[in-house]
């Protein structure tokens, strides 16, 4: 079989060339919104490619081919239908698709714009409505768990995120809390955590054995962010640390996760946590990807809500609460144009 794809300003005319070049027997495969090729695509235009197959070369003296109208959706190698949706909001919703969100989360922001706010392509409008569909599984809450635990490889920021959230409660609200390093494994995180609570000015502990955060967790009267080791749940000594919260009444688990990891890696990380019962994500380092659509769709199909959106390193100024608004804006901050309808 020949498979070619081609690429052209519109379906219409993407399906003009698959007839002329593959012949009337063509079979096409999926259509898709891609970034155009040369200088048109680094200055953010995009155009439709087509892919398309024939089982044998074209034949000039055949009628004009049956290629069926309904297979030229805009989709990510899958046939969905649009139906329910009008022109304008389906264009919104094949650009959104085009731009890396998952076809289910597309059309459901699609169908909350009106016609107007979809012809008018309005970013403002885009924002607002991926906003109201992000309300139903926020996780930015404002309360406190008397426990907040946080969890995940090494290296994704786990220590700098509690002394961020930590460092911006005591500045915006004076709000009483502990810092807890429960990392028998690095002498190094302890001191960091250590010296971040000394600069903030609230009560340390490091807990370097499950007995001594059975201890520690005793002897809070407030609220403790707990740092805890970068390893897998399976490691021993790491599930011993942990099984202390098992116990407990007011656990809320963070799992944090670079918004740089690969989705494939990002599976295994939450099926490695999962045992951990984490009910809330936080990412870090968003400044350090080109987009981290990727990585939200996975996280939401999962169901979890995300708590923070870190971006740098700074304490306390690179981080936000994951609200609908900021995470909207953040999802809309990639390489690729302006969503508007056709």
């Not at 953010?44 to 197959?53: E, F, Y």
């Not at 939200?296 to 199909?301: G, M, R």
Request: proline share 5%.
């Amino acid at each position: 079989m020949h498979v070619k794809r081609l690429y052209r300003s519109t379906v219409r005319e993407a399906l003009a060339a698959a007839r002329q070049e593959l012949g009337p027997r063509a079979l096409v495969l999926s259509t898709e919104m891609v970034p155009a090729q040369g200088w048109r695509g680094w200055m953010g235009q995009r155009v439709v490619r087509l892919t398309a197959a024939a089982e044998r070369p074209p034949v000039e003296d055949l009628p004009a081919p049956a290629v069926s109208e309904e297979r030229t959706g805009v989709s990510d190698h899958r046939h969905v239908s649009l139906s329910n949706l009008s022109p304008a909001q389906a264009g919104i919703a094949a650009r959104l698709t085009a731009a890396g969100l998952s076809m289910i989360f597309a059309e459901s922001v699609a169908r909350r714009m009106t016609q107007a706010e979809c012809r008018g392509g309005s970013e403002a409008a885009l924002r607002r409505a991926l906003s109201t569909e992000l309300e139903s599984d926020r996780g930015d809450d404002d309360a406190f768990a008397r426990f907040e635990v946080f969890v995940g490889p090494p290296g994704v920021g786990k220590t700098t995120t509690i002394a961020k959230i930590a460092a911006q409660e005591r500045a915006a609200r004076r709000r009483p809390l502990n810092l807890v390093a429960a990392d028998g494994f690095r002498v190094g995180a302890i001191e960091q955590l250590r010296s971040y609570a000394n600069v903030i000015g609230v009560p340390f502990r490091a807990a370097r054995s499950a007995a001594e955060l059975d201890k520690t967790l005793d002897a809070s009267r407030q609220t403790a962010f707990i740092d805890t080791a970068g390893r897998s749940p399976a490691d021993a000594s790491f599930a011993e640390l942990f099984a202390v919260f098992a116990s407990r009444r007011g656990v809320r688990t963070h799992l944090v996760m670079a918004a740089d990891t690969s989705v494939a890696s990002a599976k295994r990380i939450l099926d490695r946590y999962a045992v951990l019962k984490p009910s809330r994500v936080v990412f870090t380092k968003i400044d350090e990807t080109d987009s981290i659509l990727p990585l939200f769709n996975l996280v939401h199909e999962q169901g979890l809500p995300m708590s923070y959106l870190a971006a740098g390193q700074r304490v306390p100024e690179d981080l936000q609460r994951a609200t609908p608004a900021a995470l909207a804006a953040a999802l809309l901050q990639e390489p690729s144009e302006a969503v508007t309808c056709h």
